[in-house]
């Protein structure tokens, strides 16, 4: 059992160019996240899907887009990046409703937009 | 809109008993989680309160007033392991948890 796996871990951008960051989780878990931490900040929602091809903005959804083909994969896409949004990356999944109390996250990706 | 407040920073000794309070203000609440981060790692959970009381995991409890509109998470017998981070969460209802910024606790020996 991996959990959530997050690729990459790391990653360096020029200003205006795109990636995508992926998501996996093997728990069979219907909700899937995307979060964002920046030094000293809580975490803050990007994105989120309440299932397979379903998904809706969370708290900072400018800038990023999302998509869930599968029910085990979220991607989180960065069109024309841009320094605001360096920051720590983090998925995560749980349980439908009021069980989203207990999320399990990955490990993180750094990305740097220089 | 979702407000939650906690302390920045707290240190405590080893072996000693440490309580973060965090207190909210939301437009719906189903209860109160607390999530535990090391430095460089990723955000693990530690409990949930939906009802006002004491949950007790081993070494930690955490505590939900709802007319109060506050939690806390205590820390007994602390170890230098538990220097980390925590945070307190609410669930909305609104399919998502609402984060606090966290409290960064220093176990010292």
């Known amino acids: 059992n991996a959990g959530v796996t997050q690729t990459p871990k790391f990653r360096v951008l020029k200003t205006g160019q795109s990636m995508t960051l992926l998501c996996a989780q093997d728990?069979?878990?219907?909700?899937m996240y995307w979060y964002r931490q920046d030094p000293g900040m809580g975490l803050r929602l990007i994105h989120y899907?309440?299932?397979?091809?379903?998904?809706a903005k969370g708290e900072v959804p400018d800038g990023y887009n999302v998509s869930r083909l599968k029910k085990q994969n979220f991607l989180l896409g960065l069109e024309s990046a841009a320094p605001s949004q360096t920051s720590v990356y983090f998925c995560?999944?749980?349980?439908?409703?009021?069980?989203?109390?207990?999320?399990?996250f990955g490990p993180g990706t750094r990305l740097t937009v220089t | 809109g979702q407000s939650l407040e906690q302390p920045s920073e707290v240190t405590a000794v080893e072996g000693a008993i440490v309580q973060i309070n965090c207190t909210y203000q939301?437009?719906?609440?189903?209860?109160l989680s607390w999530y535990q981060q090391h430095d460089g790692g990723a955000p693990t959970f530690l409990s949930y309160?939906?009802?006002?009381g004491l949950e007790e995991t081993g070494r930690f409890s955490s505590f939900l007033s709802r007319s109060d509109s506050y939690g806390y998470l205590l820390l007994q017998e602390l170890q230098m392991k538990d220097s980390a981070s925590y945070f307190c969460?609410?669930?909305?209802?609104?399919?998502?948890?609402?984060f606090g910024t966290g409290t960064r606790l220093t176990v010292i020996p």
């Open positions: 899907s309440v299932g397979e091809g379903t998904t």
């Open positions: 969460a609410v669930v909305t209802g609104a399919n998502n948890l609402f």
């Open positions: 309160n939906a009802l006002d």
């Open positions: 995560a999944s749980s349980l439908p409703g009021t069980s989203l109390y207990e999320q399990y």
């Open positions: 939301t437009s719906g609440f189903y209860g």
């Open positions: 728990m069979n878990h219907e909700y």
